[in-house]
């Protein structure tokens, strides 16, 4: 059962934040910019729930398939689970190409390094509050669901992904739907893979190098 649902908005100007709470939804505003510092937000003002759901708030993930992630979790089978657009149904023009790609190979990278085989690395995310906390998450850029992933690994969490359905967004994307966007996200991603597994502390993979 959902408990709490916590929309950040970022000064958006698009009446999401009047939407989010006429809907029930509680808004946090987050002046600062940066899609990870918006996970941070929303991650610090949830009330200690069991698990933690991570998903954009354009509709091209739907909530009606929070289900599908939270099973491994509910069979004890998992810790972090993301919803796998490429493994799942894309809808035509959902994904444009080097999204595609971008994320196919940050996951192969992230596979190499870590050892965690996943083929997306989607924002669609459930994991356990506790253990989520546990990581001390603090990448404020398109970088942190590398660092979760890469943390969790090393800790030793369970890590596993699931199909999830991926449609065309509600209005247009300001990273995948730019070059500019799309750049920053690669640029953030690699960078993360880079500084998190390989600089910053002790490789989950040590003595493989």
């Known amino acids: 059962m959902v ?5 950040v908005d970022s000064d958006s100007t698009d009446g999401t934040a009047q939407i989010a709470r006429q809907m029930g939804a509680e808004v946090l505003h987050e002046p600062r910019r940066g899609y990870g510092r918006a996970c941070l ?7 200690t729930p069991d698990v933690v759901v991570f998903l954009d708030g354009d509709y091209s993930d739907r909530p009606a398939e ?7 979790l509910r069979e004890g089978t998992a810790d972090i689970v993301i919803g796998s657009r490429l493994a799942g149904e894309r809808m035509a023009g959902s994904m444009p190409w080097h999204a595609v790609v971008g994320n196919r190979l ?12 996943l083929t997306d690395l989607g924002p669609f995310r459930a994991a356990r509050y506790q253990a989520l906390i ?7 850029t398109y970088g942190w669901p590398v660092e979760m992933i890469v943390k969790g690994a090393r800790r ?9 359905s991926y449609h065309p967004r509600i209005g247009s994307s300001k990273i995948s739907g730019t070059l500019r966007g799309s750049i920053g996200a690669a640029w953030g991603i690699l960078g993360a893979i880079l500084k998190y597994q390989l600089f910053d502390g002790t490789s989950s993979r040590k003595g493989n190098f």
Not at 3 to 7: F, N, R, S, W
Not at 134 to 140: F, K, P, Q, V
Request: hydrophobic share 55%; no cysteine.
């Open 41 to 47: 937000t929303g991650l610090a003002a949830v009330d």
């Open 156 to 164: 030793g969490l369970r890590i596993t992904e699931v199909p999830v």
């Open 3 to 7: 408990e709490q649902v916590l929309v």
């Open 106 to 117: 940050a996951a192969r990278l992230i596979a190499l390094l870590s050892g965690v085989r």
């Open 66 to 72: 929070m289900s599908r992630l939270l099973e491994p």
């Open 134 to 140: 546990a990581l001390g998450l603090r990448e404020s």
